[in-house]
């Protein structure tokens, strides 16, 4: 019964403190902007850096709290990040060794280019049935199948 009611008291507790303080978002994603950010492992500059994230860098929102935001990168790893940071546009992350982007949402259609593990690229229209349009740096533009790319 302690258990219980102790359990309860920390459960109220944490939907108190992000009722008043903090943001939960479902499947959020920003990019880093046009300068890189560092990562900490507690939402201050006083907190250990963890990494330093490149501009454009695609992350899932967690978490906002105050000036901070907790994000998960590709990898899976949680990180604090000054919110200032990030900003709204969505970058796409490629996760597998050659990513075949076509003209038309197809396995049959013309590969327009392929992109390596690693290589970001520009969401431009969400995905319909598993595959997502997308825009290369250099203003090539085609479909990648969501399976692909980590970011959506």
Known sequence: MKCIRLTSMVMASALVVLGTGGTA??????AVGAAPVV?????????????????????EVVLTYGEWTKV???????????????????????????AKIRANPNDTAAEVFSADKGVLL????????????????????GYVKATEVWGN
């Open 25 to 30: 978002h479902a499947l959020d994603f920003k």
């Open 72 to 98: 998960r990168d590709s990898s899976g790893d949680l990180s604090w990040v000054q919110s200032s940071g990030l900003v709204g546009k969505r970058n796409l992350q490629v996760k597998v060794a050659n």
């Open 122 to 141: 520009e969401l431009v229209e969400p995905g319909a049935s598993g595959w997502i349009k997308v825009r290369h740096r250099d203003g090539q533009s």
């Open 39 to 59: 990562f900490y492992d507690a939402p201050s500059e006083k907190g250990r850096r963890v990494a330093v994230a490149p501009r454009g860098m695609p992350v």
